[in-house]
């Protein structure tokens, strides 16, 4: 299969002496929907700016839809829609008129332009309001609108940086289900970066998570929470601070069933093949040491899971997704 991007030994140097990344590697096949998960500051975006053309790089070896990113960044940029962060969108215009506006830009000219503003506009559910100023949109609407003027060009790849940030759950749920559709029907190539770790979960068949600016996981999502090494039970302590937390965790580490256990947020997360039948043990083991649990609860692993296992910290301080069991108190 066609690879549409290829990195290999990446690194990018800020002018203050920053390593934003340091020396990643990862390849993305045509027609993939490919996740890059990581928490802020970890590399993303910069990462994401390099690929598109817009930051130049410190060194490394680098090709985009088919084209080497130091002799023909022009042709790449030809090839790539980009969804930022930031909805970018003249709120003065209509929505039609942004779409045309961005078609023009990519050279795009009278019937063949307006048949593919008109299908955007039905695909993205806005031909309702196409004929409306864009400053009269909501928030999903604008980030809908974007989406589409980063499609009117029908590239081959499409980078999304963080799509859904601050946007409402139905509105998240739409542009997914646009995203999915772009790639399972068109097969359209993308890029997504996220802080959303269901998001990822959901929409990717690959992975990278990278972390201060190093990859540190590759693969599909089930293999990376199957490496995790079986379930959770997340707990915290009723009793003792950081000493008696750290002798819970040896403590743990040697009760029949568990796989690891690592500190998290003030508490301890011990990985199990079958949580259900080693909780008890857990909770005896504990007990016979005087240590009491307060608050107990069992889960399937996350992607947050494998960020854990591998730095001793969670991407985000809320767990989205997560799937759990009715958590119980002590």
């Known amino acids: 299969m066609v690879e549409m991007i290829s990195v290999e030994d990446l690194v990018e140097v800020y002018s203050d002496g920053t ?37 130049r790089k410190t060194s ?29 969108l003249d709120v003065d215009l209509t929505g039609r008129e942004n779409l045309r506006l961005q078609g023009r830009l990519q050279q795009m000219h009278g019937r063949a332009l307006d048949e593919k503003v008109n299908d955007l506009l039905k695909m993205v559910q806005l031909e309702d309001v196409a004929d409306k100023s864009a400053g009269r949109y909501s928030g999903g609407m604008r980030k809908r609108l974007d989406l589409a003027s980063a499609l009117v060009h029908n590239p081959r790849l499409l980078f999304l940086d963080e799509p859904t940030t601050g946007l409402d759950t139905q509105s998240r749920a739409a542009i997914w289900e646009y995203l999915e559709s772009l790639n399972k029907e068109d097969g359209l190539t993308i890029f997504l970066t996220t802080l959303y770790l269901e998001e990822a979960d959901r929409l990717c068949r690959q992975l990278s998570i990278i972390d201060k600016g190093k990859i540190i996981a590759n693969g599909t999502p089930t293999e990376l929470k199957e490496a995790v090494g079986g379930e959770t039970i997340s707990l915290s302590l009723s009793n003792g601070g950081a000493a008696v937390r750290s002798k819970a965790v040896e403590i743990l580490k040697s009760v029949a069933g568990v796989t690891n256990v690592v500190e998290s947020d003030g508490g301890i997360v011990v990985y199990a093949k079958n949580a259900g039948e080693v909780i008890v043990d857990v909770v005896t083991a504990l007990d016979r040491s005087g240590i009491r649990p307060g608050y107990l609860n069992m889960a399937t692993p996350t992607l947050d899971d494998i960020f854990l296992k591998e730095t001793g910290r969670r991407i985000r301080g809320e767990e989205l997704g997560r799937k759990t069991t009715e958590p119980f108190i002590m």
């Open 60 to 88: 490394g070896r680098v090709s985009v839809a088919g084209f080497d990113l130091d002799k023909s960044p022009s042709e790449i940029r030809k090839a790539i829609g980009v969804l930022s962060q930031e909805t970018i």
């Open 19 to 55: 390593k934003a990344v340091d020396g990643i590697s990862f390849r993305v096949k045509e027609g993939e929907f490919f996740g890059f998960l990581g928490p802020n500051g970890a590399g993303k975006s910069t990462t994401i700016k390099v690929l598109t053309t817009l930051l």
